[in-house]
């Protein structure tokens, strides 16, 4: 499993990394605070508070081009 701490403060970025990870057959979450949700689902993201960075959880090791490709949304 890997974490990463994504910014989705735009709502094109949310529909641009939902159209990111909807492509990779990993289980992806997002969780913020007590809250997780399923990273493949529109609604879902909307629900959480986009206000400050989220945490994204693949349940994968072998994600390298996944994570490359989500680089303009991680937060160093």
Avoid at 16 to 38: A, E, T
Wanted: aromatic residues 10%; glycine residues 2%; proline residues 4%.
């Amino acid at each position: 499993m890997k974490s990463l701490k994504v910014s989705l403060s735009m709502a094109e970025s949310v529909k641009n990394f939902v159209n990111v990870v909807s492509k990779y057959p990993y289980d992806i979450d997002l969780r913020s605070g007590r809250f997780v949700i399923d990273a493949k689902s529109l609604l879902g993201i909307f629900s959480l508070d986009l206000s400050k960075p989220i945490v994204l959880e693949i349940y994968s090791d072998k994600c390298d081009d996944l994570v490359s490709e989500l680089a303009p949304f991680i937060v160093k």
